[in-house]
């Protein structure tokens, strides 16, 4: 059984500090998905990341692959209230018939205070 | 374009009662996944359809859970009869393709308390 293991469960900074989230496993993974959740929303997808050592940027928050596969991270720089929210990783199951059937971590509680 | 949409957003019961989600996804995509969260774990895989074929249902926790997709439109996930242990969020997701790329867009979910 694949498992993606995150950390921290739950981050609480000020505005304008930095953070990253891990997301790691035993596992190989094809690619790893990085999602953000609201309240009372679904899971929204951020980024997929495919090739290891893969650095993707999306504004402020910088997503990376290991180079074997087995781990991610979510950095953001200079956190907004705006970014509060929680953080799921995602990767597809190798039992899986297709990319759709994803083993998600915990997540990460992240709370930005202006 | 419209994105996923589950009825209801809310569902209290008791147990023993049936209940019956619904998922309409968004227009044109054949892949509609079931997925769900109970409190304190993470968001776990029930199952996939492709049109109205169930391509994969290894999540499904039990035969108390019966999902369809009719037409290959939208789907309903019924648990009958329903256990306190089957509370949680049930989301649903779909995408066109299933490759690589295949980009997964979820509902809001359906919260399920089992009392």
């Known amino acids: 059984t694949q498992l993606l293991e995150q950390s921290p469960q739950f981050l609480s900074i000020q505005e304008g500090e930095n953070l990253t989230v891990y997301c790691n496993s035993s596992?190989?993974?094809?690619?790893l998905q990085w999602y953000r959740q609201e309240p009372g929303e679904g899971p929204v997808l951020l980024v997929t990341?495919?090739?290891?050592?893969e650095v993707k940027k999306l504004k402020r928050l910088t997503f990376q692959f290991g180079d074997a596969r087995k781990d991610s991270s979510l950095h953001i720089t200079a956190a907004q209230p705006g970014d509060t929210g929680l953080y799921l990783c995602?990767?597809?199951?190798?039992?899986?018939?297709?990319?759709?059937?994803?083993?998600f971590g915990q997540g990460t509680i992240l709370t930005v205070h202006p | 374009e419209a994105g996923v949409t589950q009825f209801p957003s809310h569902s209290v019961i008791e147990k023993g009662q049936t209940v019956t989600l619904r998922c309409d996804p968004i227009?044109?995509?054949?892949?509609l996944y079931w997925y769900r969260r109970v409190m304190g774990k993470e968001i776990k895989f029930l199952l996939h359809?492709?049109?109205?074929?169930?391509?994969?249902e290894s999540g499904m926790p039990n035969n108390r859970f019966l999902a369809e997709r009719t037409g290959g439109t939208y789907s309903t996930l019924k648990v009958q009869p329903a256990e306190l242990e089957d509370s949680g969020v049930y989301f649903c997701?779909?995408?066109?393709?299933?490759?690589?790329?295949?980009?997964?867009?979820f509902g809001s979910g359906t919260q399920l308390s089992v009392l």
């Open positions: 997701a779909s995408s066109q393709g299933v490759g690589f790329t295949a980009k997964l867009f």
């Open positions: 596992s190989v993974f094809s690619s």
């Open positions: 990341v495919v090739t290891g050592g």
């Open positions: 995602a990767g597809p199951n190798a039992g899986g018939t297709s990319y759709g059937k994803l083993t």
């Open positions: 227009s044109g995509h054949d892949n």
């Open positions: 359809f492709v049109k109205e074929s169930k391509q994969d």
